[in-house]
T-cell receptor, first 115, second 110 residues
């Protein structure tokens, strides 16, 4: 069964450092997403990406964040200068079509710890 | 008001019991509704979509009440493997994002 994969599974970084989280969505999917979940809190939407551009972003997704699809398979989330409050689980997701009625498949997540 | 609100539980039930819980959503324009399941420190996984007429998937039954803006999930004949956090999720038509509730924790004991 096809699945979304993410690397690394755990990333530890110092405050102020840049991190890049990587995702390989399911191959025939067209819509890609990043969500985050701070420990003990709900899953929060960050950004969606379609046709090589951002289609929607939340208030959390400020200038410190960027996304890219550098090639035909990878989808990355970059945090330019990490803050302590960026510590969270980051989930990548993909879907065949727009969210309504179409399942978003989630990857296993990257646990980001900012020290 | 939160977009999606759930009773956090925990619901602690014996094997074989029936457990049910609700979720309310604030945006009347919401069009698609889902229950996802999340195991500890794992990714959310779709349990079932929720349709206007209500739907069943094995031991799981979901109901939608648009007038009162709530969704329910009922689990019959609970198994130990049903222990998880159940996430209520809504989406607006032509919207990209999923809006998640904080989850309802269910623990099934032997």
């Amino acid at each position: 069964e096809p699945e979304v994969t993410q690397t690394p599974s755990h990333q530890v970084t110092q405050m102020g450092q840049e991190v890049i989280l990587r995702c390989v969505p399911i191959s025939n999917h067209l819509y890609f997403y990043w969500y985050r979940q701070i420990l003990g809190q709900k899953v929060e939407f960050l950004v969606s990406f379609y046709n090589n551009e951002i289609s929607e972003k939340s208030e959390i997704f400020d200038d410190q964040f960027s996304v890219e699809r550098p090639d035909g398979s990878n989808f990355t989330l970059k945090i330019r200068s990490t803050k302590l409050e960026d510590s969270a689980m980051y989930f990548c997701a993909s879907s065949e079509a727009l969210a309504g009625g179409h399942e978003q498949f989630f990857g296993p997540g990257t646990r980001l710890t900012v020290l | 008001r939160k977009e999606v609100e759930q009773d956090p539980g925990p619901f602690n039930v014996p094997e074989g019991a029936t457990v049910a819980f609700n979720c309310t959503y604030s945006n009347s324009a919401s069009q698609s509704f889902f229950w996802y399941r999340q195991d500890c420190r794992k990714e959310p996984k779709l349990l079932m979509s929720v349709y206007s007429s209500g739907n069943e998937d094995g031991r799981f039954t979901a109901q939608l009440n648009r007038a009162s803006q709530y969704i329910s999930l009922l689990i019959r004949d609970s198994k130990l493997s049903d222990s998880a956090t159940y996430l209520c999720v809504v989406n607006m038509e032509a919207d990209y994002k999923l809006s998640f509730g904080a989850g309802t924790t269910v623990t099934v004991r032997a």
